[in-house]
Each structure stands twice: as structure tokens, then as C-alpha cells.
């Protein structure tokens, strides 16, 4: 009797310690979470991971534009991703990145911009979600989306053979009672059955993560369907029934993956054992698969479920932080109108005004002015306002537009190709997506620098003009001031940065100004970082008789 009360006491301890560290972690956690409301996050990110489920989907190419790896490198769209990503959990995460990259249409966008004010008005609801999306935090949750997006293994050959085997060997069992020997059958099945079940230990490990993050995600999203004000967002969550079905196969699949200490490793030998001697975990995985192709539909709307919340409380938290930011206003006209826009990776940025109607813009400026870094502002900008319904600008007014860029061009040594030539491949991509009928947004930087300058002038401007056609808007920065005559023909609207000397050191004010560059700053800076003098006087004679 005694040893019964002092199992019990044990039990009751350790229930007690196993709850007390679970209301301790949870409020860390939430502590955690009202800390850092707001605030972009600080750990690191492994992109090729968050980057799976946009690369790995077959849906995108029904979307109405992706954003391309060219334009991703030259917006640094996966640094502006780390600022905005404030997702509690690795599918989230995975899926606003997504989004980020994909322009759909604009009633969804409003819808999923609907959705995120609802946690921007609820600090209790949002805080409770965080607090389930949580459990979807480890780096397995990335393999979720192979459940979705990968081509299913396929069954083996072999597999009637598997089933023979299997008959077998129960059969054997019941014959003992006939003859002691047919226990020796079980000798070679068990090592037939031992080769096939290791080598089928390949596709179970491939998926034990996906399998397991599986069953976090249905325990979470059974969480979440009962709050209200997120049910009420979606149309359709039967995926939560049809995947409940599969859970036992899906977590004896798993069951591997929770196996730990001395006990339950001698518990995981015996299981082996008979899993081998039966085929049991081959017939249940490849039963499994059967199941996950049927239900791949519901693997993902899990999966779009999950993401989805996560994706508006990631918004609702950088509205709450201290930028400024809009909602876009979109237009059919050819228009960009923006009022205080700023790039929300610079520190302190200086905010400016833009105001394009029916027309495109060439932007020329001194060396470190910020023409490049403005030209990128609206990009990133006219981006996030088609993927998430925010810009860090007081007003922004455009229409939903293709964003095509050229802007970092090198050398690819691989193929062999020089700086010209891949520059001249990147602009012949522009040139064909300019024939699409819906508007694009075009941004280039330095046209054809590869090359001699009166060939740079004329075939850039020959380029921009044809770019500018339709609804079409051109964003280009240039050093080349005889391009301002050439363009303003052609429908461009002229802009400018400009610095001023004080003290001997070049100051920029990184405000936008209206009309053609009018200074030049090169030579200058040569002069204050001490320059020969003989090269100065040099380069400013060579200047004053071939320029002026």
C-alpha cells in the first residue's frame, strides 16, 4: 500500500513541477511577445528555408506578378523581408515571404488588409494567436510545405511481395500450434524484411518533420477555429476534419521523432523489432502517402490557414511600430503620387514628395546624392503596397504595376559574359515584358555604363523611349545630363539631387528637386581627398575645352 502512495506522490510532483514550468515558459513567452510588439525581430534568418514554399509552389504562376530573383537583388527585397517580418511562426514566415513576392489580386488584398486591422484593434486576440503560432516556431516547421509542394514517393516495385511477406509471417505464428518449426520461417523473413524496412527509412526520414510539424499545425489550427473573429475570415476550414482522419498514421510515422532516454530507446528496440518482422511501418507509410496525395489539398489550405494569420498579426505589428506608414491608394491612370515616401531600411531617411501624371521620370544627381537608393523607394514601395497593403509614406497613389528593374548588373565569369553583354540581356528582358498590356514599372540605374558614352546616350535614350509607351512608368537615374534635352521629348519629367560645399566638405540634403542637374561633383571630391594638384588642374582643363 504504501508503494502505491508513494508512486502517486511522485506523480502528483511531477505533474505539479511539469506545470509550473509550463505557466512559467508560457508567460515568458507572452512577456516575450508585448515586448516586442512593433519591433522587427533580431534573431537570423535562413532564407533558404523561408524561401521553400514560394520557389517550391506551382500556384504562383497563376498570380498576376512575381516578383523576379533579378528584382529581388536589386531592391534587396530579402533585407526589407527581415524589417517587416514580425511572424510567430516558421510556416508564417515562410508565407509572408511569399506574399511579399507575389502580386494577386486587389479584392484579396483588401480582404487579408481587413484581416490584419482586426488584430490591430484586438491586443487580447492577437496576443492569443501569437501564443499558438508559437508552437510552429522550430526550424521543422519549414518541412511542412514538402507535404504540399513535392512530387509523392512512389510505391515500390515490390511492394505485393511486401504484403506476401507480411501474411507469412502472421500465418507462421499461427502454425506453431501445428509444428514447433515453422517458427524458423520468421528467421529469413525477418532478415528479407530487415533490408526493404532500413531502405524505406530514406523516405521516412525525408518526411518525419513535415509529418510531425503536420500534427503541431492540426493541434494549432483546432486552437484557432474556435475563436471567432479568425473563423469568421475564412470560408471554408473542412480541412481540419478531413486531416484528423489521417493523425493516427501521421503520428505513427512520427513516432520516432518523440523516442528519448534510456527506457524509451529499449521500448523503440522492442517496436523495431516487430515493425520489422511484419512490415508494419512500411505498409502504414506507404498507406500514408496514398492518404497525403489524396488529402494534399487539405495539407495546404492548413497550411494557407496558419500562414495567413500569421501574416496579418506580422502586418498589424509593423503598423504598430513608430514609421510612418499608409494604406496605398490604387489607380487606373499612369500616376505615381506620393507624399513624405522613405526607404524603410535607412536610418533617419530623408522623406520626400513625388508627383508623376502621365508621365515617367529621369532623375539625374552628383555622385552619393541618393538616385539610386529614391529610384528603389518607390520600387519597394509600389511592392508592398500590391503584396500587403502598407507603404512607409504619408499618402501613396499608383496603380497596380509589373516591377521589372535593372540596376545591379556584374560580370558573370561562368558564362562568360561581360559586364555589357548581361546588361544588354537584362534590358532585352525589359523591352519584351514592356509588350504586355498591363502597366509595368520600370527602374534602371545608369543605362549601359558598360560602354562608350556616345553610344551609352544615344541607345539609352532610344531604350527609355520605347520603355515609356502605354501605361508604362520609367523610373531611371542617371550621370548623364545630355539625356535630360533627349528625354524631356519623350515624355519624361526631370528631377534632380544636388549637394552644397561648406567648409571644404560636400553636403547632401537628399531632397528631391524638380528640373535637370545644373553641378557637377566629381572632380570636387577628388580635390578633398587630397588629389595631386596637377591631376586637378589637369581634369578641370581637360573639362572647361571639351565640355563647356
Known amino acids: 500500500m504504501n508503494w502505491i502512495l508513494a508512486t502517486l506522490f511522485i506523480l502528483i510532483v511531477i505533474y505539479l513541477v511539469s506545470n509550473y514550468n509550463r505557466k512559467k515558459r508560457l508567460a515568458k513567452l507572452k512577456k516575450y511577445f508585448i515586448d516586442n510588439w512593433g519591433k522587427p525581430k533580431s534573431t537570423r534568418f535562413h532564407f533558404r ?6 520557389y517550391n509552389n506551382f500556384h504562383k504562376k497563376d498570380a498576376y506578378h512575381l516578383i523576379s530573383d533579378r528584382v529581388k537583388s536589386d531592391l534587396d527585397i530579402d533585407a526589407v523581408f527581415q524589417f517587416i517580418d514580425r511572424t510567430s511562426s516558421k510556416i508564417g514566415q515562410q508565407y509572408l515571404y511569399y506574399k511579399l513576392r507575389t502580386i494577386g489580386t486587389l479584392e484579396k488584398l483588401k480582404k487579408f488588409s481587413a484581416f490584419s486591422q482586426v488584430f490591430s484593434n484586438d491586443d487580447d486576440l492577437r496576443l492569443k494567436c501569437q501564443l499558438l503560432l508559437s508552437n510552429l516556431n522550430s526550424n521543422a516547421s519549414y518541412e511542412l510545405e514538402k507535404l504540399i509542394n513535392d512530387k509523392t514517393i512512389e510505391k515500390p516495385k515490390n511492394i505485393k511481395w511486401i504484403y506476401a511477406l507480411t501474411i507469412t509471417a502472421i500465418s507462421s505464428i499461427f502454425l506453431v500450434f501445428v509444428h514447433p518449426l515453422f517458427l524458423l520461417l520468421l528467421i529469413p523473413i525477418f532478415a528479407i524484411n530487415t533490408v526493404s524496412h532500413y531502405k524505406n527509412k530514406e523516405n521516412i526520414t525525408y518526411y518525419l518533420d513535415g509529418v510531425t510539424q503536420l500534427n503541431k499545425g492540426l493541434t494549432v489550427s483546432k486552437e484557432l477555429i ?29 513516432f520516432e521523432k518523440h523516442i528519448g532516454g534510456e527506457f524509451a530507446a529499449f521500448f523503440w528496440l522492442v517496436t523495431e523489432l516487430i515493425k520489422i518482422q511484419f512490415n508494419i511501418e512500411q505498409i502504414v507509410f506507404f498507406s500514408f502517402i496514398d492518404t497525403i496525395s489524396k488529402e494534399q489539398k487539405s495539407i495546404e489550405q492548413l497550411y494557407l490557414f496558419i500562414g495567413e494569420i500569421d501574416a496579418a498579426i506580422s502586418i498589424a505589428s509593423l503598423k504598430a511600430g513608430k514609421e510612418l506608414t499608409c494604406r496605398p491608394n490604387f489607380t487606373d491612370k499612369k500616376q505615381i503620387e506620393t507624399q513624405e515616401i522613405y526607404h524603410p531600411l535607412i536610418e533617419n531617411c530623408v522623406v520626400n514628395n513625388l508627383n508623376l501624371i502621365d508621365k515617367s521620370m529621369l532623375l539625374t544627381g552628383s555622385n552619393m546624392s541618393g538616385k539610386t537608393t529614391f529610384i528603389r523607394t518607390i520600387a519597394v514601395n509600389s511592392i508592398l503596397a500590391q503584396t500587403l497593403n502598407i507603404c512607409f509614406a504619408k499618402t501613396f497613389t499608383a496603380p497596380f504595376l509589373k516591377v521589372h528593374s535593372s540596376i545591379r548588373i556584374t560580370d558573370d565569369l561562368q558564362e562568360n559574359t561581360s559586364y555589357y553583354l548581361q546588361e544588354v540581356l537584362t534590358i532585352k528582358a525589359l523591352l519584351k515584358a514592356s509588350k504586355a498590356a498591363e502597366p509595368c514599372l520600370f527602374v534602371l540605374d545608369e543605362i549601359f555604363k558598360g560602354t562608350n558614352t556616345v553610344e551609352r546616350i544615344s541607345g539609352g535614350k532610344a531604350i527609355l523611349a520605347y520603355l515609356n509607351q502605354k501605361n508604362h512608368i520609367v523610373l531611371v537615374s542617371t550621370h548623364d545630363i545630355e539625356l535630360t534635352e533627349l528625354l524631356k521629348k519623350e515624355n519624361y519629367e526631370l528631377y534632380h539631387f544636388s549637394e552644397q560645399i561648406e567648409n571644404e566638405e560636400l553636403l547632401f540634403d537628399h531632397k528631391l528637386k524638380s528640373g535637370k542637374l545644373k553641378t557637377r561633383n566629381a572632380i570636387k571630391v577628388l580635390e578633398l581627398y587630397d588629389y595631386p594638384p596637377e591631376i586637378i588642374a589637369d581634369a578641370r582643363k581637360t573639362e572647361k575645352e571639351s565640355f563647356n
Open 226 to 254: 474556435k475563436i471567432e473573429k479568425v473563423k469568421s475570415h475564412f470560408k471554408n476550414v473542412d480541412f481540419v476534419k478531413k486531416l484528423d482522419s489521417i493523425r493516427y498514421k501521421t503520428k505513427f510515422i512520427g
Open 49 to 54: 528555408s523561408i524561401g521553400q514554399y514560394y
